[in-house]
């Protein structure tokens, strides 16, 4: 058995240091995790998004205390008792529903920053999958939050969603049915999806953050120049008190600042939406109670979503049903299609630059498209923005292999 | 040499123990997601159709579903999946888009459905004539018994479109 201090005073750093290691996880999570001097404030937004959850879950764990999870109580149960009755309940509500909407804002610009910078290239593969795995996972906790309400939008979101699932032969095996436990969504339907909001996927989330900081803990961040850095050197200059000449900065105080000043800016901004437009959040087509026989005129999802269904509505059901389903992993295969060996912004990359703003512009036409209604001009346009998403793959195989070496 | 026999050995019985009871665990798992015999046993509904107008959608209710049940009018054409009773014709089926399950609504000037989510249209019949909807209205399993329709049990009527291909 390791040696104990008879002298350490319970509960002393030496006496927690000597059972739970607590230096040195203190140096390996933090004074010694070293940043690279070289980036700017879109890395923060990694810390935005931990920053964000936590309000989540916060919020959330109000929030259940009074939400009742049955067809003919939640409604109410949200839009009166959380709304007048409970103290602050609206509080909790529209902190939950605003930062759910911006969660994702941030999530996109965090895998844009990590497109335009080549974060996801040789050695960080996995950064990228375990993120896209937590994008995936906080969709479906998105999606499974929305229906809680139990207003129009969410009866036939789930409705719409669910029936996906009947595309091609899987009807015959009333997979529809079961997933809804009931033939249309119902008591089953809101319970079951209760679970997944509250703890199953919520779990899942966890764990997969938890792999993701995990990730990026030995090949390190990346930087904007996309620059190799030796990082044990550079450690070694920063520790001997060559601050200057160092490449890096621990992440803990120094960089942290950086994180905190950014997260600043950030929450003014999301509590400005908190205390006044709210709104933006919540459809108003969710504040009449759900009904089964009675379809709004016109269902979209929420922003977020926009974009993949815009892709899979220009299609006939079965082949849209195969682009939405592309569309939804496509992305997880980026280190593997793009082939050029340079790690570097993408302004320094030529071709891949023009492909990284066609890209961003595409899904921010596919997003406008998604909510405006299907008609006339606005289809074709879908159907041609929806074709150059799906094209945009097989283009980055051809322009990341004509890539020269920097 | 002989210690490592049945170290494997027990490794295997372990293991195939386990395995076992995986399966069973996500057999059980698979059953509790199932929807509950009460909610099967309340898949039935009657529907008088004595009191239809030509040319007035009724929406009744069966399985939560909305069921759309069309008298139709002599100017209409007529088609092998109207329920004939007696002289008059209907046209009866589930009232969700087969493309992605909205309610379509009726224009009862156009004569025909129009789905306002992605814009399918179907005609009198229930027959997508326009937009991504890819096959026609579903006819819910029906009997006749005189002026009245259960929903939810197949008559001979059911199977005989059934036979002929009528029904998806
Ligand atoms: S759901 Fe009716 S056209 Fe798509």
New interface residues.
């Given amino acids: 058995m390791a040696k104990f201090d008879e002298k350490a005073r319970p509960f002393s750093e030496k006496w927690l240091d000597e059972r739970l290691a607590v230096n040195t996880l203190k140096r390996v999570l933090s004074t010694e995790y070293w940043i690279p001097k070289d980036i700017n404030f879109l890395w923060a937004m990694g810390m935005v998004l931990a920053a964000t959850f936590g309000l989540l879950l916060i919020s959330g764990i109000f929030l259940l205390m009074y939400y009742k999870p049955d067809v003919n109580m939640a409604f109410d149960s949200v839009n009166y008792t959380i709304m007048s009755e409970v103290g602050f309940g609206w509080l909790w509500r529209h902190i939950h529903g605003v930062a759910a909407s911006v969660v994702f804002l941030i999530i996109y610009i965090h895998m844009f920053t990590g497109i335009y910078y080549g974060s996801y290239k040789k050695g960080r593969e996995l950064i990228w999958i375990s993120g896209m795995l937590l994008f995936v996972t906080f969709s479906a906790e998105a999606f499974s939050g929305y229906m809680l309400p139990w207003g129009q939008m969410s009866y036939?979101a789930g409705?719409?969603i669910t029936?996906?699932f009947s595309g091609g032969s899987l009807e015959a095996y009333g997979l529809v049915?079961?997933?809804?436990?009931?033939?249309?969504p119902?008591d089953?339907f809101l319970t079951?999806f209760f679970m997944l909001h509250v703890l199953l996927l919520p779990l899942v989330i966890i764990g997969l953050i938890v792999l993701h900081f995990g990730t990026l803990r030995i090949p390190h961040v990346n930087n904007q120049e996309g620059a190799e850095i030796d990082f044990e050197e550079a450690a070694e200059l920063y520790k001997a008190g060559k601050k200057k000449e160092s490449k890096v900065i621990p992440f803990n105080p120094v960089f942290l600042s950086k994180d905190v000043f950014v997260m600043g800016v950030y929450f003014i901004l999301f509590f400005y939406l908190v205390f006044y437009h709210f709104e933006f959040a919540m459809d108003p087509v969710n504040f009449d109670p759900a009904d089964?026989?009675?379809?709004p005129?016109?269902?979209y999802p929420e922003w977020y979503f926009l974009w993949s269904y815009e892709i899979l509505?220009p299609?006939?059901?079965?082949p849209?049903l195969i682009a939405f389903g592309i569309a939804q992993v496509a992305l997880f295969m980026l280190p593997f299609i793009d082939r050029s060996p340079n790690v570097a912004p993408a302004h320094k990359r030529g071709l891949f630059f023009v492909w990284f703003w066609v890209f961003l512009i595409d899904m921010i036409v596919l997003t406008v498209l998604g909510k405006l209604p299907?008609?006339g001009i606005f289809?074709t346009l879908g159907a041609v923005a929806a074709v150059i998403f799906l094209l945009l793959g097989p283009a980055l195989i051809v322009i990341t292999k004509l890539e020269k070496k920097l | 040499m002989k210690e490592k026999g049945r170290r494997d050995f027990m490794g295997m019985a372990l293991g195939g123990f386990t395995a076992l009871g995986g399966l069973g665990a996500l057999y059980a798992m698979k059953r509790s997601?199932?929807?509950?015999p009460s909610?099967k046993a309340a898949?039935f509904t009657t529907i008088d159709l004595s009191a239809a107008q030509e040319n007035v959608l009724n929406?009744e209710?069966w399985?939560?579903?909305?069921i759309f049940v069309l008298k139709k009018s002599a100017d209409m054409t007529q088609d092998e999946r109207d329920i004939v009773i007696g002289s008059d014709r209907f046209h009866v089926s589930i009232g969700l888009c087969?493309?992605?399950?909205?309610?379509p609504a009726y224009l009862p000037d156009a004569k025909k459905f129009k789905c306002?989510?992605?814009?399918g249209e179907f005609d009198t019949a229930g027959h997508q004539i326009f937009g991504?909807?890819?096959s026609p209205l579903e006819i819910p399993p029906f009997k006749i018994e005189g002026t009245t329709l259960v929903l939810g049990e197949e008559g001979p009527e059911f199977k005989k479109m059934k036979d002929a291909g009528l029904i998806v």
Avoid at chain 1, 315 to 318: H, S, T
Avoid at chain 2, 63 to 66: A, D, L, M, V
């Fill in positions: 036939w409705m719409v029936n996906l049915e079961w997933i809804r436990g009931d033939y249309v119902g089953a079951r089964g026989l009675k379809t005129p016109h269902i509505r299609f006939p059901k079965d849209g299907p008609e289809n | 997601w199932d929807p509950l909610v898949g929406v209710k399985r939560g579903k909305p087969t493309h992605l399950g909205c309610i306002a989510c992605h814009g991504p909807p890819p």
